[in-house]
């Protein structure tokens, strides 16, 4: 069997960087914010050709807004961070998709 290699573009990786980063942080959301659970949060990303990550963070009405603020904080920091690391922060735009 031949399998076709398939290489990502530079904004799938950074998706897939800070997609498997998003336990964590929930999961640090908990413990800092006293949580409960954070199993009322969604986060999933989609991209905009050629470089703009869109985050997209969904939740219940009952999570606070300070618990939301810090996870939008959060997701933006680890996405700069990745993308510094790669030398493609001077490029890299963050759209956050607001409902």
Do not use: C
């Amino acid at each position: 069997m031949d399998a076709e290699r398939y290489t990502p573009t530079r904004l799938e990786w950074i998706v897939l960087n800070i997609q498997s980063k998003i336990p964590m942080l929930l999961s640090q959301l908990r413990m800092l914010q006293q949580q409960k659970s954070v199993d009322d949060i969604r986060v999933f990303f989609k991209f905009k050709e050629p470089d703009t990550i869109i985050p997209v963070v969904r939740h219940l009405q009952g999570v606070p807004a300070d618990v939301v603020k810090l996870l939008d904080e959060e997701i933006s920091r680890e996405i700069h961070e990745i993308a510094q690391y790669y030398g493609w922060d001077n490029w890299l735009m963050i759209e956050w998709d607001v409902p």
